[in-house]
C-alpha cells in the first residue's frame, strides 16, 4: 500500500484516491466523471460536498485501474488540473492522508442470529439505526479496509440491502 495508490485485491489492479477542489455549479460532477470515462477508466467511487467555502466543492475520486493504465489516469488527472472549473487536484499517490467511508447495512435477523450481529455490530462499532421484525439496520463510519470487514462479516447472516457513500478524503498534515 502506498497511500493514495493500493493494490486491488486483483494482483492487475491499482487503486489511485484524486481529491480535486472545484467550482461549485451544475455539471461538474458529470464533466469530471467523462474525463475519466473517455479513457475507459473505471471510477469506483466519486463524492462531492461543498467545502469551508460555499462555492467550492471537493470532490474525491477512487478509481480503480489496470497496472498498464496508471501512466493514462496521470494524464486524466493532468486534463482535469486544466479544466476551467478545477481550483486544484491533487492525486493522493504516495501521500499520506486520512480517508472515510460511511455505510448503511440492512440485514436479516432472526431470535438464533441476533447475538451474533449485535456483536459484529459491537467490533466494528457500528451503530444500530434502524430495527424491523426480520430485519436490522446500521450505520458505520470507517476506512474502506473497515467497511469491507464488516460487509464481509455480515454476508453470511442476509444483507438485505445497502449503500455506502463513496470515499471521502484529505492530506494528513498542515498542506
Known amino acids: 500500500f502506498e497511500h493514495g495508490r ?13 481529491s480535486a477542489l472545484v467550482e461549485n455549479r451544475p455539471g461538474v460532477l ?12 473505471n471510477i469506483t467511487s466519486i463524492s462531492c460536498g461543498e467545502t469551508e467555502k ?29 479544466m476551467d472549473f478545477v481550483i486544484k487536484v491533487d492525486d493522493l499517490s504516495r ?35 434502524g430495527m424491523g421484525r426480520e430485519t436490522i439496520t446500521v450505520e458505520m463510519t470507517g476506512d474502506e479496509e473497515r467497511v469491507e470487514g464488516l460487509i464481509k462479516m455480515l454476508e453470511p447472516y442476509g444483507i438485505k440491502s445497502m449503500c455506502r457513500t463513496g470515499l471521502i478524503a484529505l492530506k494528513r498534515g498542515d498542506e
Do not use: G, Y
Request: overall charge neutral.
Open 6 to 18: 493500493q493494490r486491488s485485491q486483483r494482483s492487475d489492479r491499482v487503486k489511485h484516491t484524486i
Open 30 to 41: 458529470a464533466d469530471m466523471a467523462q474525463a475519466f470515462s473517455k479513457d475507459a477508466v
Open 95 to 129: 501521500k499520506e492522508f486520512v480517508d472515510r467511508e460511511l455505510v448503511l447495512v440492512k440485514v436479516a435477523m432472526d431470535n438464533e442470529s441476533a447475538t451474533r450481529i449485535m456483536q459484529v455490530f459491537e467490533v466494528f462499532r457500528a451503530n444500530v439505526v
Open 54 to 82: 460555499p462555492h467550492v466543492s471537493r470532490m474525491v475520486i477512487r478509481v480503480d485501474a489496470k497496472d498498464e493504465q496508471d501512466e493514462q489516469v496521470r494524464r486524466i488527472t493532468e486534463t482535469v488540473a486544466s
